[in-house]
Protein backbone atom coordinates (compact mmCIF):
# COMPACT_ATOMS: atom_id res chain seq x y z
CA UNK A 1 0.00 0.00 0.00
CA UNK A 2 1.28 3.46 -0.76
CA UNK A 3 1.49 6.60 1.33
CA UNK A 4 0.22 9.56 -0.31
CA UNK A 5 1.94 12.77 1.01
CA UNK A 6 -0.81 15.30 1.98
CA UNK A 7 -0.86 18.84 2.36
CA UNK A 8 -0.18 20.03 6.06
CA UNK A 9 -3.54 22.48 7.65
CA UNK A 10 -3.28 25.48 9.34
CA UNK A 11 -5.28 26.25 11.78
CA UNK A 12 -6.71 29.86 12.18
CA UNK A 13 -4.43 32.02 13.49
CA UNK A 14 -1.45 30.00 12.58
CA UNK A 15 0.71 32.22 10.56
CA UNK A 16 2.29 30.47 7.36
CA UNK A 17 5.43 29.04 6.88
CA UNK A 18 7.36 29.30 3.76
CA UNK A 19 11.31 27.93 3.70
CA UNK A 20 11.26 27.19 7.48
CA UNK A 21 10.59 31.11 8.26
CA UNK A 22 7.42 32.02 10.15
CA UNK A 23 5.93 34.95 8.01
CA UNK A 24 6.19 38.67 9.94
CA UNK A 25 2.79 39.23 11.38
CA UNK A 26 2.03 43.06 9.76
CA UNK A 27 -1.24 44.20 9.06
CA UNK A 28 -2.53 45.10 5.56
CA UNK A 29 -1.74 49.08 5.96
CA UNK A 30 1.71 47.91 7.02
CA UNK A 31 2.59 46.07 4.13
CA UNK A 32 1.56 48.69 1.94
CA UNK A 33 2.40 51.54 3.51
CA UNK A 34 6.03 51.12 1.59
CA UNK A 35 4.32 52.74 -1.29
CA UNK A 36 2.68 55.31 -0.03
CA UNK A 37 3.33 58.71 -1.77
CA UNK A 38 5.15 56.77 -4.63
CA UNK A 39 2.88 57.78 -7.60
CA UNK A 40 2.67 61.18 -7.75
CA UNK A 41 2.58 61.91 -11.43
CA UNK A 42 -0.52 60.81 -11.32
CA UNK A 43 -4.13 62.73 -13.02
CA UNK A 44 -6.24 64.31 -9.99
CA UNK A 45 -8.92 63.12 -11.24
CA UNK A 46 -7.90 59.52 -11.41
CA UNK A 47 -10.27 58.06 -8.78
CA UNK A 48 -13.38 59.30 -10.35
CA UNK A 49 -12.02 58.76 -14.44
CA UNK A 50 -10.34 55.45 -13.53
CA UNK A 51 -12.37 53.40 -16.64
CA UNK A 52 -11.25 56.49 -19.19
CA UNK A 53 -7.71 56.18 -18.00
CA UNK A 54 -7.70 52.20 -18.35
CA UNK A 55 -10.23 51.30 -21.20
CA UNK A 56 -10.49 54.69 -23.05
CA UNK A 57 -14.06 54.97 -22.34
CA UNK A 58 -15.33 58.78 -22.19
CA UNK A 59 -14.84 60.71 -19.16
CA UNK A 60 -17.95 61.06 -17.25
CA UNK A 61 -19.92 64.43 -16.08
CA UNK A 62 -19.15 66.50 -13.00
Given at each position: M???AT???RTAGEPSRRA???AAKLTLY???KVFDGRAD???VDLARQH???LY???K???
Amino acid sequence: MKTVATKARRTAGEPSRRAGKTAAKLTLYEQLKVFDGRADDLPVDLARQHDHYLYGTAKRAR
